[in-house]
């Protein structure tokens, strides 16, 4: 079995001022398996920043456990930010430092000693070799997105948390990084990432929580999570729906879009399909394209948040 590297047991975060108090953070077990990458949603208010502020050691929780890489955070905050590196959303590079120049320093602000460096090394990992050396203003944006995620990795954290690195990033780009993340993954990073690219986690993530109001709403993989999706839609495109005013059938819910198009809806547990079928060829239908929806983790994410 993998090692679990990050385990989060009964995690609550209150804050309090003088008028009230806010629970930004209720009860919160999970925890993160060696190798994984685990995706932490949830939609604005819902408690992420004050975990990654947590786990950071710039916010103090009011209660529960937090253990990574084998060390206790209330007995041992050090080694557990030693073995953690964060990627903040904010780009904040010093344009007047080269790539190069701004891993030593970071390297050195960690205590890592000139021999124990592995700078060249990080800069190859995120394809920024043949910039070592250029001033940090003539990057890209793609590339000092991927700066950042090297001036994490510099005191080697067996860890990577990326707060949502790619918002505000175009899609070409978005892909670019993803990539780097994943070649990160492959060489044995833990990665846990927070993003509003519901489509993204669906593509990069082996599981998910959801977090909504500081609780943690759902936790599983994101095969299972997308299981969840209980009805399938379909888009038919038919020779002519002119002479139809009414389409009726148990367990379908019928929408027509226009004249040649319409949107079905069923239960996909029903296996209802064939009867679709024969109901069409009755009333003299004839289906020329289907498409079919099975839903996306944006459906599982709006049930779960609805509220
Ligand atoms: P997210 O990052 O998921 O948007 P946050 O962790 O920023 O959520 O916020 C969770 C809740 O905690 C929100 O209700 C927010 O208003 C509250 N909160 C965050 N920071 C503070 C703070 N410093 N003082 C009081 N309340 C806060």
């Given at each position: 079995m993998n090692k679990i590297v990050l385990s989060v047991e009964g995690l609550t975060k209150i804050y309090s001022n003088k008028q009230k108090q806010?629970?930004?953070?209720?009860?919160?077990?999970?925890?993160?398996?060696?190798g994984e990458v685990f995706g932490l949603l949830g939609p604005n208010g819902a408690g992420?920043?004050?975990?990654?502020?947590?786990?950071?050691?710039?916010?103090e929780k009011t209660q529960g456990k937090i253990n990574v890489w084998g060390f206790d955070l209330d007995k041992n905050p050090r080694q557990v930010r030693a073995s953690i590196g964060i990627v903040p959303q904010e780009v904040n590079l010093d344009a007047f430092f080269s790539p190069k120049s701004?891993?030593?320093?970071?390297?050195?602000?960690?205590?890592?000693?000139?021999?124990?460096?592995?700078?060249?090394?990080?800069?190859?990992?995120?394809?920024l070799e043949k910039q070592a050396n250029s001033y940090s203003r003539s990057l890209s944006g793609g590339m000092k997105r991927r700066?950042?995620?090297?001036?994490?990795?510099v005191h080697q954290p067996p860890v990577l948390i990326l707060d949502e690195p790619t918002a505000g990033v175009d899609v070409d780009l978005r892909k670019n990084l993803w990539s780097n993340v994943k070649e990160l993954n492959k060489e044995g990073v833990t990665i846990i990432l927070t993003t509003h690219y519901l489509f993204e986690a669906q593509e990069m993530c082996d599981r998910i929580a959801i977090i909504d109001k500081g609780n943690l709403v759902a936790l599983d993989t994101t095969k299972k999570?997308?299981?969840?999706?209980?009805?399938k839609k379909l888009v038919l495109k038919v020779d002519s729906l002119d002479n139809i005013k009414h389409l009726a059938i148990d367990g379908f819910k019928f929408e027509i879009i226009d004249d040649k198009t319409l949107s079905i809806m069923y239960?996909?547990?029903?296996?209802?399909?064939?009867?679709?079928?024969?109901?069409?060829?009755?009333?003299?239908?004839k289906i020329t394209d289907i498409h079919t929806d099975d839903g996306d983790l944006e459906d599982v994410f709006v049930e779960l948040t609805k509220n």
């Open positions: 806010n629970k930004a953070l209720n009860d919160i077990t999970f925890s993160v398996k060696q992420k920043t004050t975990f990654l502020s947590i786990l950071a050691g710039t916010v701004l891993l030593e320093l970071q390297a050195g602000l960690y205590g890592v000693t000139k021999k124990d460096r592995i700078t060249n090394i990080i800069l190859k990992m995120v394809s700066l950042l995620i090297a001036k994490a990795m999570l997308l299981e969840r999706i209980s009805t239960e996909k547990s029903s296996n209802k399909f064939q009867l679709l079928l024969q109901y069409f060829n009755k009333i003299g239908i």
